[in-house]
């Protein structure tokens, strides 16, 4: 069982906009503004697509942001795309102990 | 360009001793506030962090497998070495290493390297 929960799949159309959750606690999530996110297209290696919460690495498209609210953050993918369809993780910093969490895992699919 | 790469055997046999290699160009372990770590993936299933170093030889685990796990860097060849004892069939997964970097916090790991996939079985 992941440390950080993450919903198991979520779907949208061409131009639509999904949001992906990822809930921790206090402990990871709610305590420190370190939450990054990854792509993975079957067979690859992740990517990284945000970090520090809202920060976007250079080459990362606009329609890719990030937020929190107490201990869920959240990805939001705007005008979705064919490319898009993947799956996400979130990670965190997790304190002294574990140190580092990901999520489950969520699997986007563009209908 | 900053690349990584894994290397290792892509078979062990349950309680063995596993070591996988991160070969990294395009950055150095001795620059402040990097670090090289470790992740993992079971087929079909979700990322597993295990272990990171950073610049100044600090070290972490996994709670659940520190036991089980060694890692350490040799700057002058540019690879961070993880080994994993007691390899069981439910270690079998993709083993990728990454770049980490501590800016005021341990932060995100990128870019990734390919992957490496291991598979216990006797």
């Known amino acids: 069982q992941s440390a950080l929960t993450q919903p198991a799949s979520v779907s949208g159309s061409p131009g639509q906009s999904i949001t992906i959750s990822c809930t921790g606690t206090s402990s990871d999530v709610g305590s420190y503004n370190v939450v990054s996110w990854y792509q993975q297209h079957p067979g690859k290696a992740p990517q990284l697509m945000i970090y520090e919460v809202t920060k976007r690495p250079s080459g990362v498209s606009n329609r890719f942001s990030g937020a929190k609210s107490g201990n869920t953050a959240s990805l939001t993918i705007s005008g979705l795309q064919a490319e898009d369809e993947a799956d996400y993780y979130c990670g965190s910093y997790a304190g002294r102990v574990p140190f580092w969490v990901f999520g489950g895992g969520t699997k986007l699919t563009v209908l | 360009q900053i690349t990584l790469k894994e290397s290792g055997p892509t078979l062990v046999k349950p309680t063995q001793t596993l070591t996988l290699t991160c070969t990294f160009s395009g950055f150095s372990l001795t620059t402040g506030g990097v670090g090289v770590g470790w992740i993992r993936q079971p087929p079909g299933k979700a990322l597993e962090w295990l272990a990171v170093?950073?610049?100044?030889?600090?070290?972490r685990y996994s709670p659940s497998l520190k036991s089980r796990l060694t890692i350490t860097k040799d700057t002058s060849k540019n690879q961070v070495v993880l080994t994993m004892t007691h390899m069981d069939p439910v270690d079998t997964a993709t083993y990728y290493c990454?770049?980490?970097?501590?800016?005021?916090?341990?932060?995100?790991?990128?870019?990734w390297g390919q992957g490496t996939r291991v598979t216990v079985s006797s």
């Open positions: 170093i950073y610049w100044n030889d600090d070290k």
């Open positions: 990454a770049r980490s970097q501590w800016i005021e916090l341990p932060d995100h790991f990128a870019p």
